[in-house]
């Protein structure tokens, strides 16, 4: 066996198999032929891979695993880290892509054969897609207009090798004395940057070596497999991708595709497209394709600049021109003057080259201060556009009025390269609690007669939980409000949403960009009406509160006294079935939090994918927290099955032949229950539920409580819906009687 074989956990084997993680440690238990740990920790050790299927196989339980896991756990394991491998199986699915013929003659015959002739047939396809050779230098189309030809003599260097996260390879370094093929809108010469000592970005993407392409040869031949099965190379990617994206969510901060699209759609149609910060590749894959479409790239990170490339060439018939670096130090495409340009630049840095750019060209507007990389992005972004180009940004609200900015502010208005400034919904992207900002700039090829920007506000359309705004709704609000005020260069007032605003009115002392600072609140009819239509729906809440859902107390003249019996010992009997909640699941599927749980809201949070396996909830399961000291037990419906199991909440599934949720569920609630079953720290108090008890009662008798609880429940929801009506109609009230719409008799 290899010493660098792929290698997987306890739980990926789970997954293979299609069982949980007590099967695995018992078939270890069990089976003195189980493969033993190749690495790892004495706690999580890890398997070769092709032992572990090697011994599945055996066993007969191999047969029912779905490609897509084994092609995963290939990729996750592999010894050159999942990034790599990801790298290599994004170039050979972008073969098969482009060239299927050709991989079906590279893939016959062993695995030696495929890696030796593997890098030859990469370099043909790679060199006229992403416009770079195996020797680094920019790869030069014959004229134009027309598609890059293919220089054989140049593609067949199987040298140049794609290494893992963070590394980049040197021997093939681009070198930048190399001419950069510029397209038809492109063609005004660039000054040069003051920062010309830095060092050079490198090409995004080279044909991996044979030697490289050999350890890979397992997850190649999968990942082709995988793309037959999925219906092209393009889904099978993605899907490889997302689980990527998904098992290590603080490595990247995402751009949702729904605000991906709404940006390329403000930007508009274009042939020639930047993002300068381009992550994960969500913005120039949301850009509309066209004939002799090119897509220019870079990032500071190998591994997105890389895996980027990969993705829009999947994508899009395009040329993809990608380049590694830090973009305000060393831009990799200092020549182009693009249609468009998209980014969701880093925000709050404080490093991003003050002290050794002040004197570059890019800052027309003004020199940022250190606090502002937000507006280097800008003016980066800016002067890669051409005249009457549009760049479309993604922008911290406190970017729109922190006085450290205020003077390039100002000149960004006075020479109407501001358009329109649009204040986004809480939870459009991440950071997900914070209002975000789209600045929509335009580089002015002439500087406008009586400048007018666009203000809008969208923050209406937020919606509860974790899964974002209404985009349909921001969709249509925001493009309506642009496009009429980018043909008419203005816009009637939408009392609340939009309005145009003649920047003279904004040259201040602070040029606060803010939209919410300068629309005028909503029609007094529209206030007055929605107002009304809460006091009603309010006053029906209330009604029902009193007349249909206040329950009467249960008469009884002394305690009951029941044989009682624990939650520890119905479990042990079979009765029920006790999980708990983890740190690490599937990432793509929600969380029930215990705030959640107290709140009666839906699930919100979101876990790590990790190797443990999520408890997921099933209607009729009862969750209850184990901090925070208060009685709360949450039988689990149909809305909310499927969640995962969040932290601090503990799952019980009762067996309905022998318990009813709804008696458990109530019985969980009880104070003196909680009492004598918690335990008290320095800071917190915990809730062992094994101790909690429950009297031992037929099951017709529990159905009897259960009915008495499910009704108390429901008026629980009830007391709920009528505060947060009431709450509204508190803060409406308010606003109308302080702005007008609302008289005091």
């Given at each position: 066996m290899q010493d660098n074989a792929t290698e997987v956990t306890a739980a990926g084997i789970a997954r293979l198999a299609g069982v949980g993680r007590a099967a695995v440690s018992n078939w270890r238990r069990r089976h003195a032929d189980f493969p033993k740990p190749v690495g790892g920790t004495e706690t999580s050790p890890a398997f070769a891979l092709a032992e572990v299927e090697a011994w599945l196989r055996r066993q007969g339980k191999l047969a029912e695993v779905p490609l897509r896991e084994r092609v995963w756990q290939q990729l996750a394991g592999h010894p050159e880290g999942p990034v790599t491998a990801l790298t290599h199986a994004g170039c050979v699915l972008l073969l098969i892509h482009d060239r299927p013929t050709v991989w079906l003659e590279v893939s016959a015959g062993s695995d030696e054969?495929?890696?030796?002739?593997?890098?030859?047939?990469?370099?043909?396809?790679?060199?006229?897609?992403?416009?770079?050779?195996?020797?680094?230098?920019?790869?030069?189309?014959?004229?134009?207009?027309?598609?890059?030809?293919?220089?054989?003599?140049?593609?067949?260097?199987?040298?140049?090798?794609?290494?893992?996260?963070?590394?980049?390879?040197?021997?093939?370094?681009?070198?930048?004395?190399?001419?950069?093929?510029?397209?038809?809108?492109?063609?005004?010469?660039?000054?040069?940057?003051?920062?010309?000592?830095?060092?050079?970005?490198?090409?995004?993407?080279?044909?991996?070596?044979?030697?490289?392409?050999?350890?890979?040869?397992?997850?190649?031949?999968?990942?082709?497999?995988?793309?037959?099965?999925?219906?092209?190379?393009?889904?099978?990617?993605?899907?490889?991708?997302?689980?990527?994206?998904?098992?290590?969510?603080?490595?990247?901060t995402l751009t949702p595709s729904e605000l991906a699209a709404l940006m390329a759609d403000l930007a508009g149609p274009a042939r020639t497209a930047l993002d300068p910060a381009c992550g994960t590749g969500a913005l120039l894959r949301a850009v509309a394709p066209r004939p002799d479409q090119e897509l220019y790239a870079q990032d500071s990170a190998p591994d997105l600049a890389a895996l980027t490339a990969l993705r829009l060439a999947l994508h899009t018939r395009a040329t993809v021109r990608g380049a590694v670096g830090d973009t305000l130090r060393a831009d990799g495409h200092p020549e182009l003057r693009a249609d468009a340009v998209l980014c969701h630049p880093p925000f709050n840095e404080r490093n991003w080259g003050h002290d050794e750019l002040a004197y570059d060209p890019r800052w027309e507007y003004g020199f940022p201060a250190r606090t502002e990389s937000e507006l280097a992005w800008v003016q980066h972004a800016l002067a890669r556009l051409r005249d009457g180009g549009t760049a479309v940004l993604l922008m911290p609200p406190a970017a729109a009025s922190r006085r450290s900015g205020r003077r390039v502010r100002a000149d960004l208005l006075r020479r109407g390269a501001l358009r329109a400034v649009v204040a986004l919904p809480v939870g459009a992207a991440p950071p997900y609690n914070i209002p975000l900002h789209l600045w929509v700039l335009r580089r002015p090829d002439k500087a406008p007669a009586q400048p007018e920007v666009l203000l809008v506000d969208v923050g209406r359309f937020a919606t509860e939980g974790r899964g974002g705004p209404d985009w349909r709704a921001v969709r249509d609000a925001v493009l309506d409000a642009w496009r009429v005020f980018d043909r008419a260069g203005t816009l009637d007032e939408r009392p609340g949403l939009a309005r145009a605003l003649p920047v003279i009115e904004l040259l201040d002392d602070d040029v606060d960009l803010a939209p919410a600072r300068h629309l005028p609140p909503p029609a007094a009819a529209d206030g007055a009406e929605a107002l009304t239509a809460v006091r009603d729906r309010l006053g029906e809440t209330l009604m029902r509160l009193t007349a249909d859902l206040t329950p009467s107390p249960v008469a009884g003249a002394r305690p009951a006294r029941w044989p009682l019996?624990?939650?520890?010992?119905?479990?042990?009997?079979?009765?029920?079935?006790?999980?708990?909640?983890?740190?690490?699941?599937?990432?793509?599927?929600?969380?029930?939090?215990?705030?959640?749980?107290?709140?009666?809201?839906?699930?919100?949070?979101?876990?790590?994918?990790?190797?443990?396996?999520?408890?997921?909830?099933?209607?009729?399961?009862?969750?209850?927290?184990?901090?925070?000291?208060?009685?709360?037990?949450?039988?689990?419906?149909?809305?909310?099955?499927?969640?995962?199991?969040?932290?601090n909440l503990v799952l019980l599934r009762p067996d309905p032949t022998a318990l009813d949720p709804w008696f458990l569920a109530g019985f969980l609630r009880g104070t003196a229950n909680n009492r004598q079953a918690s335990s008290y720290a320095s800071t917190a108090t915990r809730l062992d539920v094994r101790r909690l008890q429950l009297p031992r009662l037929p099951l017709d008798e529990q159905r009897r409580y259960g009915a008495r609880f499910r009704a108390l429940d429901e008026f629980e929801r009830a007391l709920r819906r009528a505060g947060r009506l009431g709450d509204q109609l508190v803060r409406g009230m308010y606003d109308g009687l302080t702005d007008g719409t609302v008289a005091p008799g």
């Open positions: 054969r495929l890696a030796a002739m593997l890098p030859g047939a990469l370099d043909e396809v790679l060199a006229p897609r992403f416009g770079v050779n195996t020797h680094g230098s920019v790869h030069r189309p014959t004229a134009v207009d027309e598609p890059p030809a293919v220089n054989t003599a140049e593609a067949k260097n199987p040298g140049g090798g794609v290494h893992g996260p963070g590394t980049v390879n040197t021997p093939d370094a681009v070198n930048t004395t190399s001419p950069v093929h510029t397209p038809v809108s492109a063609r005004t010469p660039a000054p040069a940057q003051a920062a010309s000592s830095a060092p050079a970005p490198t090409p995004a993407l080279h044909p991996p070596s044979g030697p490289a392409l050999l350890t890979s040869a397992p997850l190649l031949r999968g990942a082709a497999e995988l793309a037959a099965e999925m219906g092209g190379a393009r889904q099978a990617f993605e899907f490889l991708l997302g689980r990527h994206l998904d098992a290590n969510p603080r490595q990247y019996t624990t939650v520890g010992e119905l479990a042990r009997g079979g009765a029920l079935v006790l999980r708990t909640g983890g740190n690490g699941g599937h990432a793509r599927v929600p969380v029930l939090t215990d705030h959640d749980v107290v709140a009666g809201t839906a699930p919100s949070g979101t876990l790590p994918e990790s190797d443990e396996e999520p408890v997921l909830t099933v209607p009729g399961d009862v969750v209850v927290p184990v901090l925070g000291g208060g009685s709360m037990a949450r039988v689990i419906d149909d809305a909310t099955g499927g969640a995962a199991l969040g932290r």
